[in-house]
C-alpha cells in the first residue's frame, strides 16, 4: 500500500524527423518535453519526465496545474508521492 496518489495528464506524440516527440501540454511550461526513437520508447520517457514534475510540484507544496484534454490526446496516469 502506497500513500500516494493518481495523477492523469494527457500527452501528444508526433514524428519529429527520424524520431517521435512526446508533450505534455499541461505541464510544457515545466518542460514536460520528450522524445525517443519509436512512439513506445517516446511515451515511457515523456512518463518518467512527468513524474520528476510532478513530484517536484508535490514536494514544493505547490498545486499541480489541472490536466489539458487535448485531441488525440493520450491520457498517462501516474502515482505521485
Do not use: K
Amino acid at each position: 500500500m502506497t500513500d500516494g496518489m493518481n495523477r492523469t495528464y494527457h500527452v501528444t506524440i508526433e514524428r519529429d524527423g527520424e524520431t517521435w516527440r512526446a508533450v505534455c501540454p499541461a505541464l510544457r511550461d515545466q518542460g514536460a518535453v520528450s522524445g525517443g526513437e519509436t512512439r513506445e520508447e517516446a511515451l515511457v520517457h515523456i512518463e518518467g519526465v512527468l513524474v520528476m514534475i510532478l513530484s517536484e510540484i508535490a514536494a514544493s507544496g505547490a498545486t499541480p496545474p489541472p490536466d489539458l484534454a487535448v485531441l488525440g490526446g493520450i491520457p498517462l496516469t501516474m502515482e505521485i508521492g
